[in-house]
């Protein structure tokens, strides 16, 4: 049997989980706060990058928990830089670029990572 026509269905989820968890936690604040002391921060605050991890962490858990770890990592990886480029590309200085790259590195080692020991520790729980 093919196994790549079912990477890209099992990507599907965890792509479309991702681009709408961006929309959800991020998408909606575009605004920088500004300080009394004239800082500025955001737009993003940390419990909306928190919730935004959480929710696609979730996501990969569940899909790596029924065997399609590669889809989960790949699809979580390719919506999380959609959602970020689609989000930040209308930035004129062109730095949007760097961060969407880190935005990809980033998920990418997360996704992996969490996918990797996944089945480490839910083998210690059976035992």
């Not at 605050?45 to 790596?64: D, M, N, R």
């Not at 996918?115 to 520790?121: E, M």
């Amino acid at each position: 049997m093919n196994r790549k026509p079912l990477i890209v269905v099992h990507a599907l989820l965890p792509f479309v989980v991702a681009v709408a968890a961006w929309a959800a936690w991020l998408g909606w604040d575009q605004h920088r706060d500004v300080h009394p002391d004239g800082s500025v921060t955001g737009p993003y605050e940390a419990w909306q990058v928190a919730g935004l991890v959480l929710t696609v962490a979730a996501c990969v858990v569940w899909s790596t928990s029924r065997g399609h770890a590669v889809g989960a990592v790949l699809g979580t990886t390719v919506g999380m830089g959609a959602a970020s480029y689609y989000d930040w590309s209308d930035d004129s200085s062109g730095l949007f670029a760097v961060g969407v790259a880190m935005v990809v590195v980033g998920t990418l080692a997360g996704t992996s990572a969490l996918a990797a020991l996944l089945p480490h520790v839910t083998r210690i729980g059976r035992r």
